[in-house]
């Protein structure tokens, strides 16, 4: 599957280790790096899915079914990454996500006629599973999934780049700036991920190594499809809400966070850049709403 550069990057001394990969967003961040040269290692959890995407990019991609929690697995994965390609210098911390035990239905809480708390649907009657029905082992699965596994990757991968530097790059989301309703773990573990690189790129600045972070807005993924669009592909009224905050009125496509990608993973373009978390998002963040 050939991918459309924005501009030309040369990459080709790069060693790149993407976790997420088997992802749409980071599936075609592997694809973009190969383009402008890079060898890139594929680490998701998903091995059918790591495998499609290797297969679609060629020689240059060595797909590994990786559990980005098990710091052995990790390790064992940068032993094999490096035999196959050599020394890693840079990482994309992709891996992350929201799971529906830590995501409220309703936006708001209130007070319903029998005295119990619940949530109020935008607004509206009380009804659906409120903040109080969310499970804990939700809520520690999607930390876990986002901070941990950037935590664990970070220290596996990195451990490599301190004697001769290298480049980290970390996804986090529009709504580490502001939190998003109904979903309070994942707002929470994307503000956490935002501070992790501010701390990584301070801790790691004096041995040569950048940690920067790319935030994307609102993009349509597997993973919130269903918050987006019914069942019949009819836009949800989060959707309505998303788009009249979106001075751009659209959803990104995933083209458009290449460019940003592509300039973080190049020291010529960005080498006095590090601790930056950048927007992708349409205008989203910088809109008041008046």
Known sequence: MAVSLPFSVDLSDKVAVITGAGGVLMSEFARALAA???????LDINKPAVEAVASSIGPAALPLAVDCLDKAALQAAAATVEAAF???NLLINGAGGNSPRATCDNETASVATDGALSGAPDGGASDGKSFFDLDEAG???VYDLNIVSAFLVTQVFAAGMVSSGGNIINISSMNAFRPLTKIPAYSAAKAGISNFTQWLAVHFAPVGIRVNA???GFFVTNQNRAL???????????????????PQK?????????????FLACDK????????VIPVDGGFNAYSGV
Do not use: H, N, Q, Y
């Not at 402008?36 to 594929?42: E, S, Y």
């Not at 987006?228 to 979106?246: E, H, M, Q, S, V």
């Not at 373009?269 to 930056?276: P, Q, V």
């Open 214 to 216: 790319i935030a994307p």
């Open 269 to 276: 373009a960005s080498a006095f850049i590090t601790g930056a």
């Open 250 to 262: 659209r959803f990104g496509e995933v083209s458009d966070l290449i460019g940003t990608l592509l």
């Open 36 to 42: 402008a040269g890079a060898k890139v290692a594929l």
């Open 228 to 246: 987006l669009f019914a069942p019949d592909g009819t836009p949800t009224p989060r959707t309505g809400k998303i788009l009249a905050a979106t």
């Open 86 to 88: 050599g020394r890693v």
């Open 139 to 141: 809520l520690r699965f």
